[in-house]
């Protein structure tokens, strides 16, 4: 630390900027720390101008822990930072305000009424950019509490998951996973999954500040505040976030705009230990239309899949919704509807309920018989999601082969015709990753499915035998 008689107020300032500029965003520094003016140095007691009561408001509730460091360099532990601020319509008048950091007296300063960055167009949302003042901002974290841990079913097709969600809400930001990405199908669990970190953060860090926003309506936001003219307050509204939860990451594609906010607004996120958690219907490598530079992000941390439950989830999630809902039901119906409906959690849980409610409504008994109807009409009804498991079948059945052969190591044409077909389908039919899909058809590689189905669309064009086995395959997976 230099001697302070050899130092001036400038030079102080100047090498606190320097600090400063290095550890937040160009457009920030720009915005809020060029404008203002070193004034005097007393003793250990560094003065700025700043243009406004709002700057200084903002400075002190955005940048208070960066000021600080940035004068305790310079100036040692004892420092003070002081505001000259200049008052609009004042003739340029200076009235000095007089805080120190970190700050104890706000109550010497009335504060100032902003507007939130920008409206919310979605009615059902209550707004999360309630801003009531600079002083106390009220952030609705907009978590469901239904969605927690305690009721997520842990199972071989999510643990990886769901522990390392439970590890990011213990120590949010201070893990390797970060930002932390969970993918899969519809209706498995991933949404859940999101709002039980996020319940379990506010549960256990009571002073982060969680926001849980879909990335549709984060992209809405971003336009409105394009159209106000808010593109800075927009940013530095997410940059308060501690925990930032974004459903469907996916839905950016193709919005290059958007995409880029975000990226900034991730990279001080991450830069300051703040926690990032995202979901996706699919795996970084499979998405489309997002700039290299955002992907690369993206993977920094831990990418999870969240797979189809096998039976044995399937069994505990009935179990779990039964003692949800203080409703009782044989092992045998159990067992029945786990083996039945196998697509996803959404349609395992709308099954059940739909049992339940034939049961009350016709006043009938649980069994196996009233099971076999409900769940029969159930699964008809309902547009089952392709899973691989599906597909596989399907091309099995097709070519009249054992579903094992069709997954063992056989290089016989027929057999290795067929298990190229159902991986070039569940490439085309799934939100799968080539990884995922080359796991659950004999075990292979992400590169034997890209040959896979490079294969079949050579053969489609060159080889008419084998164009009508995929066409025919193809209306059956549309059924």
């Given at each position: 630390m230099p001697e302070l008689q050899n130092i001036t107020a400038q030079s102080v300032w100047d090498r606190c900027l320097a600090y400063i500029k290095d550890n937040i965003q160009d457009q920030a520094y720009k915005t809020w720390f060029?404008?203002?003016?070193?004034?005097?140095?007393?003793?250990?007691?560094?003065?700025?101008?700043?243009?406004?009561?709002?700057?200084?408001?903002?400075?002190?509730?955005?940048?208070?822990?960066?000021?600080?460091?940035?004068?305790?360099?310079?100036?040692?532990?004892?420092?003070?930072?002081?505001?000259?601020?200049?008052?609009?319509?004042t003739g340029g008048d200076k009235i000095p305000y007089t805080e120190q950091i970190p700050s104890k007296n706000r109550e010497a300063v009335q504060p100032q009424e902003v507007e939130a960055p920008f409206e919310n167009r979605d009615p059902e949302l209550k707004n999360p950019f309630v801003i009531p003042g600079i002083r106390n901002i009220h952030i609705d974290s907009q978590l469901n509490s239904n969605y927690n841990f305690e009721n997520f079913v842990e199972g071989d097709s999510n643990r990886l998951a769901r522990s390392a969600g439970k590890s990011v809400a213990n120590r949010p930001g201070e893990t390797s996973f970060n930002p932390f990405l969970v993918y899969g199908g519809v209706g498995l669990g991933k949404t859940h999954l999101a709002h039980a970190i996020g319940v379990e953060v506010k549960e256990k860090h009571p002073d982060k500040t969680v926001l849980y926003i879909s990335a549709e309506v984060f992209s809405q936001q971003y336009q409105d505040a394009i159209r106000r003219k808010a593109r800075i307050d927009f940013i530095h509204f997410y940059q308060l976030i501690d925990v930032l939860i974004i459903d469907d990451i996916q839905m950016l594609s193709g919005k290059t705009g958007t995409q880029e906010v975000f990226f900034h607004i991730f990279n001080y996120l991450h830069q300051n230990r703040k926690q990032v958690v995202l979901t996706s219907d699919k795996a970084p490598v499979d998405m489309q239309d997002i700039e290299a530079r955002l992907l690369s992000r993206l993977k920094w941390g831990l990418t999870a899949e969240i797979q189809h439950p096998e039976l044995e989830t399937r069994i505990n999630i009935i179990k779990n919704i039964l003692y949800r809902d203080g409703v009782s039901m044989s092992e045998e119906v159990i067992q029945y509807i786990a083996e039945n409906v196998t697509s996803n959690v959404r349609e395992l849980e709308g099954s059940v309920i739909s049992l339940m409610a034939q049961a009350s409504f016709n006043h009938l008994e649980v069994n196996i018989d009233l099971a076999k109807t409900v769940v029969d009409k159930f699964v008809k009804n309902v547009k089952q999601e392709l899973s691989v498991d599906l597909i596989q079948k399907t091309v099995a059945d097709y070519f009249k082969i054992d579903l094992d052969v069709l997954k063992s190591k056989s290089r016989k044409r027929e057999i290795a015709q067929a298990r190229q077909l159902a991986m070039y389908f569940a490439k085309q039919y799934t939100k799968n990753s080539l990884a995922s899909i080359g796991a659950q058809i004999g075990n292979r590689d992400h590169a034997t499915v890209l040959h896979a189905c490079k294969t079949v669309n050579n053969l489609i064009e060159t080889d008419k035998e084998f164009k009508k086995y995929a066409e025919d395959i193809k209306i059956k997976l549309s059924m």
């Open positions: 060029e404008p203002t003016q070193a004034v005097r140095l007393d003793d250990n007691a560094l003065y700025i101008q700043v243009p406004s009561k709002f700057f200084y408001e903002w400075l002190e509730e955005h940048y208070v822990k960066l000021l600080k460091s940035a004068l305790t360099r310079e100036l040692g532990p004892g420092a003070k930072l002081l505001y000259n601020i200049k008052m609009e319509n």
